[in-house]
């Protein structure tokens, strides 16, 4: 079946505008998660949906950031303003419920000039 | 808070060779533990995961990885390298009753011919 899909693949943005990234989950999982990985770290935790529950942005790092999901569905990630260090690969997951196995999509390559 | 350290960012093994990436993880109860590989382009794929049923862990292509809690490690091991094991692989801690993943900086193992 279709894997989690994020689009676009590439994304090359200038500073100070704002870019919007978007995540398609496996269908029927209800928790979708978004991760950040910068050159030569892991990867972050940025924010935790489930079902209906208010979403977990402990990870979030300015108020720049921001994230909406569509009931369980589709799911945009925005970051206003965009700044050098917001260069990244943007990961999305997906995964059957809490505590189930987190499925990866391929990334969205943000580079901000 | 908790961490995850991958000692060694990058490995380099022959073929037919044993393959071991370290881990070690910081907290004071033992998480839900993960190795991820994740291939050129492409998202991070689940290898194997302990999750307290048993310290010995079986998982896809040959690889497991055994959990030590005097060591507070979780290595990976394969007895023999295959060219196509060469990725960059990463180890994550989840503490219960909390979704978020944490990651290590990862490995990028090469597979010499």
């Known amino acids: 079946g279709a894997g989690v899909s994020q689009s676009p693949s590439n994304k090359v943005t200038e500073k100070g505008k704002d870019v919007e990234l978007r995540c398609d989950p496996i269908?029927?999982?209800?928790?979708l998660y978004w991760y950040r990985q910068r050159l030569g770290q892991g990867l972050e935790f940025l924010i935790y949906?489930?079902?209906?529950?208010?979403?977990?942005k402990s990870g979030l790092p300015s108020d720049r950031f921001s994230a909406e999901r569509t009931g369980e569905s589709v799911s945009t990630l925005t970051i206003q303003r965009t700044q050098q260090e917001d260069s990244a690969v943007y990961l999305c997951?997906?995964?059957?419920?809490?505590?189930?196995?987190?499925?990866f999509g391929p990334g969205t390559r943000l580079t901000v000039t | 808070a908790q961490s995850v350290t991958q000692l060694g960012s990058h490995v380099s093994v022959s073929e037919g060779a044993l393959v071991l990436l370290r881990c070690n993880y910081s907290?004071?109860?033992?998480?839900?533990l993960f190795w991820y590989v994740q291939y050129p382009n492409q998202g991070l794929q689940l290898l194997l995961k302990?999750?307290?049923?048993?310290?010995l862990v079986k998982g896809i292509n040959g690889f497991e990885a055994e959990f030590k809690k005097s060591e507070t490690s979780f290595h990976l091991t394969k007895p023999s390298a295959h060219m196509s094991d060469a990725a960059e692989y990463f180890c994550?801690?989840?503490?219960?009753?909390?979704?978020?993943?944490?990651f290590g900086t990862g490995t990028r193992l090469t597979i010499i011919p």
């Open positions: 994550a801690a989840q503490k219960f009753g909390n979704e978020k993943l944490t």
């Open positions: 949906f489930q079902g209906n529950s208010a979403p977990d």
């Open positions: 269908s029927g999982h209800t928790a």
């Open positions: 302990y999750t307290s049923a048993a310290t």
């Open positions: 907290s004071s109860v033992p998480p839900y």
């Open positions: 997951a997906s995964s059957a419920r809490q505590g189930y196995e987190q499925y």
